[in-house]
């Protein structure tokens, strides 16, 4: 039986790049670092990153991801 309470990957991808400080230009970071970072498999990672980029939670720059506003007001609402 599945956990109600467990985060989906994207979700959890969200939280990982909050708490790594991933949250503008200067602190983005290179797929390698999220991997590392995560607890996601590569095609896990890429299917989260494609599901947050389309939601408009996460920005890529020559590369690099970081979050959005958006992306820092979901990770905020979770704490609240």
Same mark, same amino acid.
């Given at each position: $039986?599945?956990?109600?309470? /467990? #985060? *989906?990957?994207? $979700?959890? @991808?969200?939280? *990982? $790049?909050?708490?790594?400080?991933? +949250?503008? *230009?200067?602190?983005?970071?290179?797929?390698?670092? #999220?991997?590392?970072?995560?607890? @996601?498999?590569?095609?896990? @990672?890429? /299917?989260?990153?494609? /599901?947050?980029?389309?939601?408009?939670? +996460? &920005? /890529?720059?020559?590369? !690099?991801?970081?979050?959005?506003?958006?992306?820092?007001? +979901? &990770?905020?609402?979770?704490? !609240?």
């Amino acid at each position: $039986m599945r956990d109600i309470y /467990e #985060l *989906t990957p994207s $979700m959890r @991808l969200l939280l *990982t $790049m909050h708490n790594i400080s991933a +949250v503008s *230009t200067d602190s983005a970071k290179k797929i390698d670092d #999220l991997r590392s970072f995560s607890d @996601l498999q590569n095609d896990e @990672l890429r /299917e989260a990153l494609r /599901e947050l980029l389309s939601h408009g939670y +996460v &920005v /890529e720059r020559d590369g !690099t991801y970081y979050l959005s506003s958006l992306g820092i007001s +979901v &990770v905020r609402s979770v704490y !609240t």
